[in-house]
């Protein structure tokens, strides 16, 4: 799978887990943790991928513009990883308060992943080219098969 397929595929799981998650009402507790818990497991994998593979190449074959892509990226990683996912794990699930996070944590995913399908994606595309973007799913691949093996241990 090349990266775009790849990074999109996860997109789509996001996409999934955030909706059911948004459904959700304070006395559906249980599935609100294992559903967030879920969602930050998976959100660390593909961040990692992200920063560490694709984004480094992306700017690597680009110019001033990828490079201001990419840091805009990490921002947005960072407020979703550092500030509202650890906010609401300590937010009671069986509160309206985290219903409001939830909330706010859908907008701003949904926002991350659109402006990297439809701004990041395509200039990745032409920068990077078929040849290398196919090499990037791989390395990606084998790095989430790392990763997934050294949470589970
Ligand atoms: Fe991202
Ligand atoms: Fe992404």
Redesign the pocket.
């Known amino acids: 799978m090349n990266a775009i397929e790849l990074l999109k595929q996860d997109h789509q799981y996001f996409r999934q887990l955030l909706e059911k998650l948004g459904q959700t009402t304070e006395r559906a507790v249980k599935t609100r943790r294992e559903l967030l818990h879920r969602l930050k497991g998976e959100l660390e994998v ?2 990692d991928l ?1 920063e560490q593979i694709f984004y480094p190449a992306f700017k690597k074959a680009g110019e001033k513009p990828e490079a201001i892509m990419v840091h805009e ?1 990490r921002e ?2 960072r407020t979703v990883d550092a500030l509202v996912i650890p906010d609401l794990l300590k937010t009671d699930p069986g509160s309206v308060p985290f219903s409001g996070r939830v909330k706010v944590l859908k907008e701003l995913i949904e926002h ?2 659109e402006e ?1 399908e439809k701004e990041m994606f395509p200039r990745a595309a032409k920068v990077l080219g078929k040849a290398r973007l196919e090499e990037l799913g791989q390395q990606m691949e084998e790095r989430r098969r790392v990763l997934k093996q050294a949470k589970a241990a």
């Open positions: 593909h961040t992200e990226g947005e990683h991350h992943l990297e």
